[in-house]
């Protein structure tokens, strides 16, 4: 798949507070392939890294930590992976999709087009989803590193970062809380 991203330089960077969550019954931080690889891009790319967790695929849990995130006003998003699919035990949509205002259907489709390049109609097997809570995004992205990519490297990156055009996710924080 072919993107054009366009950057415009007269613009300044903005650096955004980033808090990343594992769900995972099968993994520990010592072997959390995906949020290390998330945690490296978005450094790299000059984002900040807010907080890091991993818990279990439990909905409580899940919707503790992301609650406690978005109740913290210096974490601006929060990007989980795993637990989007489709077994027993995958339960992330269903714990995090009641805490969105809105929810940013576009993520889910734009993240289906992509990983359908990669992984064909297996694309069909996750959930990904994105919304919008007390004024911090939120990412559902599904746990396997290269859907962690997928989702980063093709959407993420660019909507989060303030130069990009013609118009980012960056911009429209000041405005997120107006009623």
Known sequence: ???????????????VHIA???????????????????????????HILAA??????????????????IAD???????????????GRDVTVEAIRPLFEKEIDGFSVLFHQISFTTVGTSTMQSRAC?????????????????????GWDNILKWQLDSRHGPCNLVELMPRLMER
């Open 130 to 150: 994105a919304g919008l809570a007390q004024g911090t995004y939120i990412f559902c992205l599904p746990g396997s590193p290269g859907a962690v990519k997928d």
């Open 52 to 69: 890091r967790a991993l818990v279990r695929d439990d909905k409580s849990a899940i919707a503790g930590q992301v609650e406690t995130w």
């Open 20 to 46: 990343l969550l594992t769900i995972s019954d099968t993994r520990d931080v010592a072997d959390d392939k995906s949020g290390d690889t998330l945690a490296a891009r978005l450094t790299e790319a000059g």
């Open 73 to 87: 006003p210096s974490i601006d998003v929060v990007i989980t992976t795993g637990g989007t699919g489709l077994t």
């Open 1 to 15: 798949m072919t993107t054009a991203h366009r950057l415009d330089d007269s613009k300044a960077f903005v650096a």
